[in-house]
């Protein structure tokens, strides 16, 4: 013990230390390694003709695509929102005291869980075959199934009511994550079970629901790729119909791939700052944004404080 | 003449209890929790429940607004039975939405507050009158401020629960409670989850409330608090009642041998 106490007095004395920084031979390797792949990648990329950049470039702005995105967006938009209304619907169902109501629900997210998103858009494409006109049960009421059911219909509904089925799931979960005692709370002060969910449970369920529905979101958003079999024309089937063309295959689907990663990012972007936005009130500290994460790394690498700093 | 019926009445309805549990029965299951509770409590009056952790005291309040239905047993609040319309000799279910009127009559203190972490409190407080009482906004607004004076909270208004003190969210709990205006308020262990030193701040308001008249059921643990400013002591075990009585009395000169032993055992 006297012979560390000598030397931590030593240590005190002389304060001018310097540091010799730890070496990490094995990370200098690794990264060698990932640099010369990534570079194999790169030239093989950038010097195989058959990319056709030449071609990419002529197409990536080219107006039929800039429509499909439009289309691509807005089918995203409006399938997530009847999935998040619907999903809320069959989540609040699948908790009812009713027990056919209950079943319902479930019946409803096992067929559509169940059932591959790319066979139910077939059906709605077909409907006109299994109901030639609808009648909803209603006399004087009868629709002609082929008008109602376009393209873009039946790629809403396939896409929406199956989304509806997973939201179901997610705001289950952000139901089930608040405590009881809220909802007896609002019950003792005689608020009635219906207020008692849209004012007090569902508003706190938001911090468990935001996250998930971030990625179905970027989920949707790869997914109406699908409805290309079913002629709409979003992002991807503009693609297919220009290639159908020129043949210049590879250099459209790169198109396509751009574009889905452009605005996949986009929206990657959007989601860490609203999960950032509904952590607020957690006991945790938050996540640092990219931008405190720049700061961050330009203060412990800046040259000038390393020299300054007498650890 | 009809002014006499009247008072007659009035008079009547003063005298009968503000609660009044007739064997009440309720099980879990297999378990039976309460094994046919006899409980009075009287207009304006304080009554202290105690007794053993897992007795039954939490579920008999909670059979007083029907957060549990009963198993057996008539439970009458204000004149009225509890989740039942009298009509005739037939008693008919009440739907969701008559319980919830009959539920604003009677206020509800949690041991873990149970306040609204995403309103900040004068939206916590307004919460309910607006939306069950279809109050307007300003005056909901002006009571839930005075009712938060009344607690010493006046400055805390536009705070989230989360940063207040656990005696301070209890306090706000209970002017939550009163803003609906109830004629019974239960509480049901209000100061067990707190610190030693922030229990006296919410044992003060209640006894402030006490002293306005207020009809009172309260589960405690606190004997000083009992024996203080209960009118009564209600000791139950097993879910029976098993003594009864003026609080100095049952706290005082217990004369079973469990509350002997369980006022032994909280000392
Ligand atoms: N929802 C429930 N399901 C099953 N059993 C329950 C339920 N609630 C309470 N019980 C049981 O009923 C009994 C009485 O519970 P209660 O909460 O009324 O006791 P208590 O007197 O309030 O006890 P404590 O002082 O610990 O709060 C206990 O044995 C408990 O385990
Ligand atoms: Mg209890």
Redesign the pocket.
């Known amino acids: 013990m006297s012979i560390a106490t000598e030397r931590y007095k030593t240590a005190a004395a002389a304060d001018d230390f310097s540091i010799v920084k730890a070496r990490h031979p094995g990370r200098w390797i690794s990264a060698a390694v990932i640099v010369f792949i990534g570079l194999l990648l790169l030239r093989s990329v950038v010097s195989n003709p058959n990319f056709g950049w030449a071609t990419v470039g002529m197409y990536i702005r080219d107006v039929s695509i800039v429509r499909g995105i439009a289309i691509t967006l807005e089918l995203t938009a409006i399938c997530m929102v009847i999935g998040i209304v619907l999903g809320v619907v069959l989540a609040v169902m699948r908790i009812s005291a009713n027990p056919v109501v209950r079943t319902a629900s479930f019946a409803y997210i096992s067929f559509f869980r169940g059932t591959p998103v790319l066979v139910q858009l077939l059906f709605w494409y077909n409907l006109a075959a299994l109901y030639p006109s609808i009648t909803l049960g209603i006399p004087g009421v009868d629709l002609d199934a082929n008008a109602i059911i376009t393209p873009l219909t039946a790629a809403i509904l396939g896409l929406g009511l199956n989304q509806a089925a997973y939201m179901s799931e997610i705001v289950r979960a952000g139901i089930l994550s608040v405590e009881h005692g809220q909802s007896e709370a609002a019950g003792a002060l005689g608020i009635n079970r219906l207020q008692t969910m849209r004012r007090v449970i569902l508003p706190q369920a938001m911090r468990v629901i935001i996250p998930p529905t971030g990625n179905e979101t970027i989920g949707m958003l790869k997914t109406t790729a699908l409805v290309s079999v079913i002629s709409v024309p979003e992002l991807l089937y503009s693609a297919q119909i220009i290639y159908a063309r020129n043949f210049e295959t590879i250099p459209l689907l790169m198109v396509a791939s751009i574009w889905y990663i452009v605005v996949t990012s986009i929206l990657g972007v959007g989601q860490f700052y609203l999960e950032r936005h509904y952590a607020k009130g957690g006991q945790r500290s938050l996540p640092p944004t990219p931008w405190q994460q720049l700061k961050r790394f330009v203060r412990v690498h800046d040259p000038l404080s390393a020299k300054g700093a007498k650890k | 003449m009809s002014a006499t019926i009247m008072e007659a009445t009035t008079t009547a309805k003063a005298l009968e209890p503000m609660i009044m549990a007739n064997a009440i029965r309720k099980n879990?299951?297999r378990?039976e929790?309460l094994k046919g509770i006899d409980l009075q409590v009287g207009r304006g009056e304080v009554v202290c429940l105690i007794?053993?952790?897992?007795?039954?005291?939490?579920?008999?309040l909670r059979c007083i607004n029907h957060l549990e239905t009963i198993d057996g047993g008539r439970m009458w609040v204000d004149g009225s039975v509890m989740g039942y319309d009298l009509k005739g000799t037939k008693l008919h279910e009440q739907s969701h939405a008559r319980i919830c009127r009959s539920r604003v009559e009677i206020g509800m203190v949690f041991q873990h507050f149970n306040l609204f972490p995403h309103m900040n409190v004068l939206e916590n407080l307004i919460e309910a009158p607006r939306l069950v009482l279809k109050e307007k906004r300003s005056t909901a607004t002006a009571r839930a401020l005075q009712l938060l004076d009344s607690v010493g909270l006046a400055d805390k208004a536009k705070s989230f629960p989360r940063q207040l003190s656990g005696g301070q969210q209890q306090r706000v709990a209970i002017a939550r409670a009163l803003c609906m205006r109830p004629k019974v308020m239960l509480f049901d262990?209000p100061t067990s989850a707190l610190d030693p030193e922030l229990v006296g701040e919410v044992l003060k308001v209640m006894k402030d409330l006490a002293a306005t008249g207020m009809t009172m059921v309260v589960?405690t643990h606190e004997m000083n608090f009992a024996r203080d400013v209960a009118d009564r002591v209600v000791f139950?075990a097993d879910g029976h009642v098993v003594e009864q009585g003026p609080a100095k009395e049952v706290i005082g000169n217990p004369q079973h041998e469990r509350t002997r032993a369980f006022l032994a055992s909280v000392r």
Request: aromatic share 6%.
């Open positions: 879990y299951g378990l929790v007794g053993p952790s897992g007795s039954g005291k939490s579920t008999l262990e589960v139950m």
